[in-house]
């Protein structure tokens, strides 16, 4: 069984930065890509970042570029994946989802129907 564990999200002004967190816990020897998606009220979940197994490889929505970055943490038992966001601004606000995508392939993935597990979300907010 794997868990994931977002935390980091709250209240905001425009222009503020934010960091999120992901925890992922369980079936942390398999391997996996890691993403984030979002959900604002009334809209569809949409694609955020995404980071492939090693880190090397990421993806970005192209609403996101140069203001957010996505980065992780494989250490043995826990794997932790971050989203710095920068510049934020109310379009942003949404509840945000990690997601793992357990597979042997290097490239991040941006459809959320290519992903296995996911969190609770996380709650962002920019007020303007």
């Known amino acids: 069984q794997v868990q994931l564990m977002e935390s980091g999200g709250g209240l905001v002004q425009a222009g503020d930065s934010l960091t999120l967190s992901c925890v992922v816990s369980g079936r942390t020897f398999d391997s996996y890509i890691l993403g984030w998606f979002r959900q604002a009220p009334g809209k569809e979940r949409e694609f955020v970042a995404a980071?492939?197994?090693?880190?090397?490889?990421?993806?970005?929505a192209d609403s996101v570029k140069g203001r957010f970055s996505i980065s992780r943490d494989n250490a043995q038992r826990k794997i932790t994946v971050s989203l710095q966001m920068s510049t934020l601004e109310p379009e942003d606000t949404a509840v945000y989802y990690c997601?793992?995508?357990?597979?042997?392939?290097?490239?991040?993935?941006?459809?959320?129907?290519?992903?296995?597990?996911w969190g609770q979300g996380t709650q962002v907010t920019v007020s303007s």
């Open positions: 980071i492939s197994r090693t880190g090397t490889n990421t993806a970005y």
């Open positions: 997601a793992a995508d357990r597979t042997w392939l290097n490239t991040p993935r941006t459809d959320s129907s290519l992903y296995d597990y």
